[in-house]
């Protein structure tokens, strides 16, 4: 009965550490997920992804109403400052067309803007589990997701993943 317990435990632990492995690459889902570009063009994220082949990419997922999200864009600018070759992505989860564009207009965002119709519930979301924004996430040049997860523009992790 024991050795049975054991080998159930053991069994259990292994397949949750597998179940948890950070993504390196983005699902077929959310790579066919639309977004609207500043130009109110429909664009998936895989032909978004196709303009910057080749180059590290920050993608930045946030919204005008998002305090945080505020607090952080002096440290993205930083960031921006200090990486000229990077692209940056943001990717809003704003309620509406209108409050999206007037939040960069107003914040100064400096990048490539792409709005979420339906922000924080769309596929790409679900396929990174957004629970929080801000959200970073660092391509690499050869398309693979290099960083998962951070929620701040100076996480230690993103910082090493981009030099």
Not at 65 to 80: F, H, R, S, T, Y
Not at 98 to 125: A, C, L, N, R, T
Request: net charge positive.
């Amino acid at each position: 009965m024991k050795k049975h317990l054991l080998i159930l435990l053991v069994s259990i632990t292994f397949l949750s550490c597998k179940a948890q492995e950070t993504p390196t690459q983005f699902t077929e889902e959310a790579l066919n997920d639309t977004f609207i570009s500043y130009e109110n063009e429909n664009i998936t994220f895989k032909n978004i992804l196709k303009k910057h082949k080749g180059k590290t990419i920050v993608v930045d997922v946030w919204a005008s109403w998002c305090g945080d999200c505020i607090k952080g864009m002096p440290k993205v600018k930083a960031l921006q400052d200090s990486n000229p070759e990077v692209v940056f992505l943001f990717l809003s989860a704003d309620k509406s067309l209108k409050s999206w564009k007037k939040g960069i207009d107003k914040y100064q965002v400096k990048g490539e803007h792409y709005y979420m119709p339906k922000g924080m519930k769309s596929v790409f979301s679900k396929s990174i589990n957004l629970d929080w924004i801000p959200r970073y996430l660092i391509i690499d040049a050869d398309g693979s997701i290099k960083l998962f997860k951070a929620i701040k523009a100076d996480n230690t992790n993103l910082l090493k993943a981009l030099n």
